[in-house]
C-alpha cells in the first residue's frame, strides 16, 4: 500500500449521509496509485474484490487523502451506495496493485451477466464500459510495446463485438456517458458515441466496429506526451500545444504493427483533429480529403469533450454543445453537422420508450 494511501479511514462516515463531494476539486487518481471503478456497477450486498477507497479532503493537512471504504473480502452495502450517490460520488478507487483483481471480476461478471435476457439492458452498458475503461488505464500504464498494444487491442475487439451484439446496448447513451473527463472516460464515451452514430446512419457493422476500435484508441499517442499533461489543471500553453498535436502521429505509429488495427482505425486516428476547412493538424487537410471515420470522430470527440466537466470550466449542456457545432462548419463537415444533431434527439442517445428490457 502507497505511503499516499490512509487505511486508518473509519467506515462509519458512510453510515450516514454525506455532503455532496466538491466538483471543483482537482483529483488525479493515478497520482495516489488508484484506478476508478463506477459504484454503479458494483453488485451491493456482495464482498468487495479489492479494497475500495475514496478522496476526502484533509482540511487540516489541506490535501486529498484515500480514505478505505470497504476492505477487500467485506460486504458492500446498498446503504452505502445510496449515500455516495446522493453526495455526487460516482467512483470508488482501488489501488492499482489490485487491477489484476478487479479485471477478474468483472470477466466473471460478464461470464454471468451479458448473455443473460433477465440482465437489465443499462447495467449490461456500464459493465462494459468499465472492461474498456480498465482495459485502457492499463494499456497507457503499459511499456507500449508492439506485443502488450497488440493484447490490449486483442482486449478491445472482445469488448467491442459484445458491445454491439445486442442492438440495445447502444441506445439510451446520455445515461451513462461520463462527465468526469480524463482520457480514459473520454475514449470510452467516443467510442460509444461514433458506433452508435455509425449505427444512425446505417454504416456497415464492419464500419461501426472500426469507428469504435479508433474511438477506443484516438487518444493512444498521449501516452507519449510529458505525464504532467494529460490532467494539467488549466488550459495549455503554446509550447504543450505544439507537443500535443504530435499525439495522432505517436497514436498512428504505436497501432501501425498491430493487424487488428485496420486502415480505417489507422486514418482515424491519425486525422480526428484536423477541420473541414483545413486548419486542424497534423497535416491541415480539408473535410474532402479527410476520411469519414476521421470526420466523425472529429464530431464526437468535440461533443465529448464539450460536454464533460474541466478543471478550468464546467462541462456545457448537450444543447449548448449542440449549438456551438452548429455554428462551427468551419471545424466540421458541413453535411454531416445536420446527421449529427439528429443523432443526439434519436434514441441512441435518449430514451423514447418505456423501460428498458433485457
Not at 500500500?1 to 463531494?21: H, T, Y
Not at 469504435?212 to 484516438?218: C, E, K, N, R, T
Not at 504530435?246 to 482505425?265: D, F, I, K, N
Request: aromatic share 6%.
Amino acid at each position: 500500500m502507497s505511503d499516499n494511501v490512509s487505511a486508518s479511514g473509519s467506515l462509519g462516515f458512510v453510515e450516514r449521509p454525506l455532503a455532496k463531494a466538491d466538483q471543483a476539486m482537482a483529483f488525479n487518481p493515478a497520482a495516489h496509485g488508484m484506478l476508478p471503478v463506477s459504484l454503479e456497477v458494483l453488485p451491493a450486498e456482495e464482498t468487495c474484490p479489492c479494497d475500495l477507497f475514496l478522496p476526502l479532503y484533509n482540511q487540516q493537512r489541506a490535501r486529498v487523502e484515500m480514505t478505505l471504504v470497504c476492505g477487500q473480502g467485506q460486504g458492500f452495502k446498498e446503504a452505502w451506495r445510496q449515500r455516495l450517490l446522493a453526495a455526487q460520488q460516482r467512483s470508488a478507487f482501488v489501488p492499482l496493485d489490485q487491477g489484476q483483481l478487479l479485471r477478474a471480476y468483472f470477466q466473471d461478471l460478464a461470464a454471468h451477466k451479458l448473455d443473460d435476457p433477465e440482465q437489465p439492458v443499462a447495467q449490461k452498458r456500464l459493465l462494459l464500459r468499465e472492461m474498456a475503461s480498465l482495459g485502457l488505464r492499463e494499456l497507457f500504464a503499459g511499456d507500449l510495446s508492439p506485443q502488450v498494444v497488440g493484447q490490449a487491442v486483442g482486449g478491445i475487439q472482445v469488448i467491442l463485438e459484445r458491445l454491439t451484439a445486442d442492438e440495445l446496448i447502444l441506445t439510451n447513451l446520455s445515461e451513462i456517458l461520463r462527465s468526469d473527463y480524463n482520457t480514459y472516460s473520454h475514449s470510452v464515451n467516443v467510442s460509444l458515441l461514433a458506433m452508435a452514430l455509425g449505427r444512425h446512419l446505417k454504416l456497415t457493422e464492419p464500419r461501426v466496429q472500426a469507428l469504435g476500435m479508433a474511438g477506443m484508441l484516438h487518444d493512444l499517442g498521449r501516452s507519449k506526451l510529458p505525464p504532467e499533461m494529460q490532467n494539467k489543471p488549466g488550459p495549455l500553453d503554446e509550447q504543450e500545444w505544439a507537443l500535443m498535436r504530435t499525439h495522432p502521429h505517436w497514436g498512428h505509429r504505436l497501432l501501425s504493427h498491430v493487424h487488428l488495427a485496420s486502415m480505417e482505425v489507422l486514418k482515424a486516428v491519425l486525422h480526428h483533429h484536423e477541420n473541414a476547412d483545413g486548419s486542424g493538424y497534423p497535416h491541415g487537410i480539408t473535410a474532402q480529403r479527410t476520411p469519414l471515420p476521421a470526420r466523425l470522430l472529429r464530431l464526437v470527440d468535440a461533443f465529448d469533450a464539450m460536454t464533460s466537466n474541466r478543471p478550468y470550466r464546467p462541462a456545457m449542456y448537450a444543447l449548448e454543445a449542440a449549438s456551438t457545432i452548429m455554428r462551427s462548419p468551419q471545424h466540421f463537415d458541413e453535411d454531416l453537422i445536420p446527421h449529427f444533431l439528429r443523432f443526439l434527439a434519436s434514441p441512441h442517445m435518449i430514451r423514447k420508450q418505456g423501460p428498458e428490457k433485457g
